[in-house]
Nanobody, 115 residues
Framework: QVQLVESGGGLVQAGGSLRLSCAAS????????MGWYRQAPGKQRELVAA???????NYADSVKGRFTISRDNAKDTVYLQMNSLKPEDTAVYYC?????????WGQGTQVTVSS
C-alpha cells in the first residue's frame, strides 16, 4: 500500500519560514520523481517544485529563490524548505510521487501566511 504523509504546515507571518516533510512508504522511493504541489481556494492545483532521482530540479517561477526541495533516500522522505513566505503562498500543500504510469498523492498540509 502506497502512503505519502505530509507534515510541517501551519500558520506563519509574512517573511517567516516553514519546512514541510513527506514520508513515503510502499514505493521504491529512490527511483520516483518526488514533487510538491499546492492548491489555494478557488484555484487549480499547481506544481511548486519537483526533484527527480537524478537530474535537474524544477521550481515554479513564483517560488524560485525562496523555496528549496530536497530528498533523503535513506529516510524515504522529501522536504520543502519555504523561506520569505508571502500571503500568496497560502494553500494546501500536497506531496506527489510519480514513476511511469504510477501517480500517488498525500493528504495535504495547510500552510497559511498572514500579512
Amino acid at each position: 500500500q502506497v502512503q505519502l504523509v505530509e507534515s510541517g504546515g501551519g500558520l506563519v507571518q509574512a517573511g517567516g519560514s516553514l519546512r514541510l516533510s513527506c514520508a513515503a512508504s510502499g514505493i521504491i522511493f529512490r527511483i520516483n520523481v518526488m514533487g510538491w504541489y499546492r492548491q489555494a481556494p478557488g484555484k487549480q492545483r499547481e506544481l511548486v517544485a519537483a526533484i527527480p532521482p537524478f537530474g535537474r530540479i524544477n521550481y515554479a517561477d513564483s517560488v524560485k529563490g525562496r523555496f528549496t526541495i530536497s530528498r533523503d533516500n535513506a529516510k524515504d522522505t522529501v522536504y520543502l524548505q519555504m523561506n520569505s513566505l508571502k500571503p500568496e503562498d497560502t494553500a494546501v500543500y500536497y506531496c506527489n510521487a510519480r514513476l511511469n504510469l504510477s501517480d500517488y498523492w498525500g493528504q495535504g498540509t495547510q500552510v497559511t501566511v498572514s500579512s
